[in-house]
């Protein structure tokens, strides 16, 4: 399993480096599942399937998202660990929150 550490801004945005949104969301598009105490993120393979589209941030490539809806009550922004989990094919994310 690779780890990575991602941000979620004080807006609720996750951040995902140029690397990692290249690898494991090439379509640009994930769905947000919560599984306490982790944050699922999952690839899918065509923006008509809906979920959430991952937005160029800056000119390097890096990708953002808005998922504070997906986020439990009390949720900490900041620097989240996270993990490619291949079998599940989800990014999995430990949040801080409480």
Aim: proline share 5%.
């Amino acid at each position: 399993m690779s780890q990575f550490q991602l941000e979620i801004t004080e807006q609720g945005y996750l951040i995902f480096p140029q690397v990692v949104a290249n690898q494991y969301f090439p379509e640009d598009v994930c769905v947000a599942i919560w599984r306490e105490p982790e944050l699922w993120i999952l690839p899918i393979h065509s923006s008509n399937a809906g979920g959430f589209l991952l937005k160029q941030r800056n000119a390097i490539g890096d990708r953002s998202v808005l998922i504070h809806e997906i986020l439990p009550q009390n949720w900490q922004h900041g620097i989240h660990l996270a993990i490619w989990d291949i079998e599940n094919v989800a990014l999995r994310i430990a949040l801080n929150y409480g």
